[in-house]
C-alpha cells in the first residue's frame, strides 16, 4: 500500500523549543517537498528536495530546517527561531525530472504552541 | 506573493447544481493542476492540463485553460454533497529552472448541500 505519512498527527511546540515532523514515502519518488498552510490560506513552499543529500529553501525557509539522508524520509525541524510557527504541515513528493508535474500529499500534521 | 489568485473564495450550491471557480495566475506556465482539500486533510491531485492544451475532462470535471489571459476554470458538473472540500489551482512555472516547484492559490470553498 504505497504513499506518505505523516506524524504525528498534532504537535504541540512550548516556546523556544526545536520540534521535528516526520514524513515517510514509499512511492520510490526522488523529489521530495515542505509546505505550510495558514487558516483559510493556500500553501507556501517551506523546503524542497530533488536528490538524497540535497535540498533547497523555498518561499518561507527562515525558521526551518530539513534533512535528506534517505530517499524516503524528508523530516523537517521546526526551530526556535520561527516565531509564528502554528499552522497545519504538509509533505509531498514527485517523480524526479524537470517536469515533476503532479505531488503526492500527506495527511498533514498541525503545530500548535503552547 | 501567490502566483494563482482564485475566484470566488467560497462557494455554496445545491446538490444537482454545476460548481464552476476560476484561477488567474500572472507568469507564463508549463501546466497548471487543480487539487482537493477535504477539510483538515492533505490535497488530491484532480486534473493537469498542459500550456499547450485548451480543455480537458475526467468524469464530472472539465477544466479549461486560456494562456492568452493566463486564467483558468474548473467545472464539477452534477455536484454531490461529497464534493464539499477546498480546490486549489497550481502553476508549474515555465523555463525549466522550477524544478516541479508548484506555486499554489489560495482556494475555493465549495459547500454542496444535499
Known amino acids: 500500500d504505497g504513499g506518505i505519512t505523516q506524524s504525528p498527527k498534532y504537535l504541540f511546540r512550548k516556546e523556544g523549543q526545536n520540534v521535528t515532523l516526520s514524513c515517510e514515502q514509499n512511492l520510490n519518488h526522488d523529489a521530495m517537498y515542505w509546505y505550510r498552510q495558514d487558516p483559510g490560506q493556500g500553501l507556501r513552499l517551506i523546503y524542497y528536495s530533488q536528490i538524497v543529500n540535497d535540498f533547497q529553501k523555498g518561499d518561507i525557509a527562515e525558521g526551518y530546517s530539513v534533512s535528506r539522508e534517505k530517499k524516503e524520509s524528508f523530516p523537517l525541524t521546526v526551530t526556535s527561531a520561527q516565531k509564528n510557527p502554528t499552522a497545519f504541515y504538509l509533505c509531498a513528493s514527485s517523480i ?11 495527511p498533514g500534521t498541525r503545530l500548535l504552541v503552547l | 506573493s501567490q502566483q494563482g489568485e482564485e475566484d470566488p473564495q467560497a462557494l455554496s450550491i445545491q446538490e444537482g447544481e454545476n460548481a464552476t471557480m476560476n484561477c488567474s495566475y500572472k507568469t507564463s506556465i508549463n501546466n497548471l493542476q487543480w487539487y482537493r482539500q477535504n477539510s483538515g486533510r492533505g490535497l488530491v ?12 475532462h475526467s468524469g464530472r470535471l472539465r477544466v479549461t485553460l486560456d494562456t492568452s489571459k493566463k486564467s483558468s476554470s474548473l467545472l464539477i458538473t452534477a455536484s454531490r454533497a461529497a464534493d464539499t472540500a477546498s480546490y486549489f489551482c ?9 524544478y516541479g516547484k508548484l506555486t499554489f492559490g489560495q482556494g475555493t470553498i465549495l459547500t454542496v448541500h444535499p
Open chain 1, 96 to 106: 524526479a525530472g524537470v517536469r515533476k508535474e503532479t505531488q503526492y500529499f500527506g
Open chain 2, 45 to 56: 491531485h484532480l486534473i493537469l492540463i498542459r500550456s499547450n492544451e485548451r480543455e480537458k
Open chain 2, 90 to 98: 497550481a502553476t508549474d512555472g515555465a523555463g525549466g529552472t522550477s
